[in-house]
């Protein structure tokens, strides 16, 4: 079975770093990209950071130059600078699997506030 946990969301300041990981365990055929995505109360959830299997990453327009992802087989770190306190959400981790699909982990929440 497959597994997707995130972690290290916290409080942070205004103008402070945070950075989360997204962990995959169980034996799989692949991964083929992970996924950062948030959701605000009363907002949808949006997609903020992707990483392929190739190599390539793309951002959101709002996290652009601040947010960098990165990926290691089963792993991947969202490394987030200069927050606002708009970027406060619960963040989650979508994992695609070669010819399986994808998982989702439950989700880590970040707060930003003074």
């Known amino acids: 079975q497959v597994q997707v946990v995130e972690s290290g969301g916290d409080l942070v300041q205004p103008g402070g770093s945070l950075t989360l990981s997204c962990v995959v365990s169980?034996?799989?055929?692949?991964?083929?990209?992970m996924h950062w995505y948030r959701q605000a109360p009363g907002e949808s959830r949006v997609l903020v950071a992707s990483?392929?299997?190739?190599?390539s990453e793309s951002y959101a327009e709002s996290v652009k130059g601040r947010f960098i992802i990165s990926r290691d087989n089963a792993k991947s770190t969202l490394q987030m600078n200069h927050l606002v306190p708009e970027d406060t959400a619960k963040y989650s981790c979508?994992?695609?699997?070669?010819?399986?699909?994808?998982?989702w982990g439950q989700g880590t929440q970040v707060t930003v506030s003074s």
């Open positions: 979508k994992v695609d699997v070669w010819r399986w699909g994808s998982y």
């Open positions: 169980g034996a799989t055929p692949g991964i083929s990209g």
């Open positions: 990483s392929s299997q190739f190599g």
